[in-house]
């Protein structure tokens, strides 16, 4: 009597049979196999050798049949069922994956990218919609990887749409994904996607070219903003430095990154007016940019992939005051942020610490700083909270540090107002202390200056 791995073979085989003689009419040997493929990945259970032979065999034999097939009639049925319900098998093991890789490569022969990418992108939508295992996400990210090189017309708005639906669910699934390894695995196939569409900009010129490159841009700070939440510092090192590399490639600065200015620059070109857009996918790039930069004073290898020479970029924030202020308004992404690691925040207020001093010209009395006063406040108020939710000693003495220099930063006719609206908008008695002391301190500082002027 044939044995239960024989019988399921040989029912997948009959199956596939009946596909193949009935071309004309296959919607019903479509709808069999399809039921056939979501029943096994059903019972496939993880870390079982079992399990992983079975779904390696039912992969292969798919695999076998659509190879042998020329049939347009047959890759049209399939085409929008079949690659969703290979994925979750394809989650399976490493060697499940090549399979299903192979299977989407048939496909894009057959069929072409650009119906591919669309089948792909409805599939990983509806697999996250319809929760349970995440399996299906590293391959099929892996299947955009190998889609977009083979585009042909409409690079631009054919990636900027699957990209949209790629971070979002991985910033869904990110959430929920307990699982260290497998979120490595994510993210490794996350940034393969850049990979691919940076292969793809190497094709292009141009218009084309150009706003390809910044939704690289984009997206690479999305990513680097998602890896430095979901990862401690060891565990981000290694996706750090492959997202850093693409900068130069991108004409992304550091000083451009943490004044924001190549910030909007490519936000300008991609997102535009598209508030959706921005807040469904391109939420974190502020923080994204921001952190990229800390990474980079924490770490001369993340320096270096970045081709970026970080001592220039201090030495002009410190002596370019507006520069300067557009620095704070980036960093409050990081330390008001409330799933960044402390050791990242830790960075943050280093580097703040590190930007001080310089040859600053005085600030011309006459002149309105009202606009910039927001973002001042805002970056007292991110690091008012380091301050009061940081259990390290030394973090919390330099975050007062930086508290206390960002406030002389701040033009005398403005910093009392501003040290008002911190007392008003605390609801901390810790917080309204700390204000006190800080006028204290801005009183003091200012009489010593009077008193030298005087002398």
Known sequence: ??????????????????????????????????????????????????????????????????????????????????????????????????????????????CGARDMLSVLGEALAYLTMKGGDYGYVVPLFSAFSRVFPCLKRRHFEQVKEATGIILKVLKTVS??????????????????????????????????????????????????ALVSMNFEVLSSQPFVLQLSSFFPFCGLSYLGLITGSDVDKISGIVIGDDEDLYVDCFSDIKCGASVSVIWGHASIEVATAADEDLTAVKVELQNNQTKRWQAFGMLKHILASVNLPWEVKKHAIDFLLSIRGGNISPCDKHSDFSSDMPGLLAILQAVQMVIMYTSDTELRKNAFDAFKWILADIPTSHRFNILKALITKSDSSSMVNLCRQSSKYACLHFCQKLDFKLN
């Open 175 to 224: 959430l929920e994904l307990e699982d260290e390894a497998e979120l490595q695995k994510m993210f490794d196939r996350a940034v393969g996607i850049a990979n691919s569409i940076h292969a793809v900009c190497l094709k292009l010129e141009g218009g084309v070219y150009e706003k390809l490159c910044a939704l690289l841009g984009l997206y690479v700070l999305e990513i680097m």
């Open 1 to 110: 009597m044939a044995d239960q791995p024989d019988q399921s073979s040989a029912v997948l085989q009959q199956i596939l049979t009946s596909l193949s003689q009935s071309a004309d009419q296959p919607q019903s040997s479509v709808s069999e196999l399809i039921d056939f493929l979501n029943s096994t990945s059903g019972q496939s259970v993880p870390d079982n050798e079992d399990s992983e032979a079975t779904a390696f065999r039912t992969l292969t034999q798919v695999h076998q049949f659509i190879s042998s097939q020329s049939d347009q009639a047959i890759f049209d049925q399939l085409l929008f069922e079949l690659p969703k319900a290979v994925s979750e098998l394809g989650g399976v093991s490493e060697r499940c994956l090549d399979v299903f890789e192979s299977i989407i490569d048939r496909f894009v022969s057959m």
